[in-house]
T-cell receptor
Framework: DQQVKQNSPSLSVQEGRISILNCDYT??????FLWYKKYPAEGPTFLIS?????DKNEDGRFTVFLNKSAKHLSLHIVPSQPGDSAVYFC??????????FGTGTRLKVLA | KAGVTQTPRYLIKTRGQQVTLSCSPI?????VSWYQQTPGQGLQFLFE???????NKGNFPGRFSGRQFSNSRSEMNVSTLELGDSALYLC?????????????FGPGTRLLVL
């Protein structure tokens, strides 16, 4: 049972445009969400997070939106750059020292 | 400050063998988590250790085990390897793995079971 789902395995976006990566979850007890970026042959690196008490968090070009009623979060990257090409994972936690990850979305930013 | 290191980086084993993977966390970090990454399954949580105690575990068979030493280094062991155990095994460290705390991942150990 996949509690965190990323239904788009891949996404291609033109450089300079907005990239929107989506993530859905089923467990209403999740109260903390994170996005990680992963390049080939490297471990995931932390990108941005959001607590369930917020509906938006921004960090430079990256913004995460949380819609608790829809159990949906999204990551917006504006403007997209070729260096953003990577696999993006969303993850959720209910505070039990355990993060549940989605299956990842491969983003390709075209120059 | 040195990052999370994992050894070995690559490993080839045959079915039925056992394997031990090692993870050295960032200096000062006391929590180590292990994940298995396979195509189409994303990162699946194996277990988490803090101060030599396993605090949480995922839904993996008992063939998967781990431990943490007093210096916070951690090992995971997989016994009686199966073809389906072929995956990238990632470890991540943090100060205490509490909510809101960033986990730092190592580069992973890629295991191939033949």
């Amino acid at each position: 049972d996949q509690q965190v789902k990323q239904n788009s395995p891949s996404l291609s976006v033109q450089e300079g445009r907005i990239s929107i990566l989506n993530c859905d979850y089923t467990n209403s007890m999740f109260d903390y969400f994170l996005w990680y970026k992963k390049y080939p042959a490297e471990g995931p690196t932390f990108l941005i997070s959001i607590s369930s008490i917020k509906d938006k968090n921004e960090d430079g070009r990256f913004t995460v939106f949380l819609n608790k009623s829809a159990k949906h979060l999204s990551l917006h990257i504006v403007p997209s750059q070729p260096g953003d090409s990577a696999v993006y994972f969303c993850a959720a936690s209910e505070g039990t020292y355990k993060y549940i990850f989605g299956t990842g979305t491969r983003l390709k930013v075209l120059a | 400050k040195a990052g999370v290191t994992q050894t070995p980086r690559y490993l080839i084993k045959t079915r039925g063998q056992q394997v031990t993977l090692s993870c050295s966390p960032i200096s000062g970090h006391r929590s180590v988590s292990w994940y298995q990454q396979t195509p189409g399954q994303g990162l699946q949580f194996l277990f988490e250790y803090f101060s030599e105690t396993q605090r949480n575990k995922g839904n993996f068979p008992g063939r998967f085990s781990g431990r943490q030493f007093s210096n916070s280094r951690s090992e995971m062991n997989v016994s009686t390897l199966e073809l389906g155990d072929s995956a990238l095994y990632l470890c991540a460290s943090s100060w205490s793995a509490t909510k809101g705390e960033t986990q730092y991942f190592g580069p992973g150990t890629r295991l191939l079971v033949l």
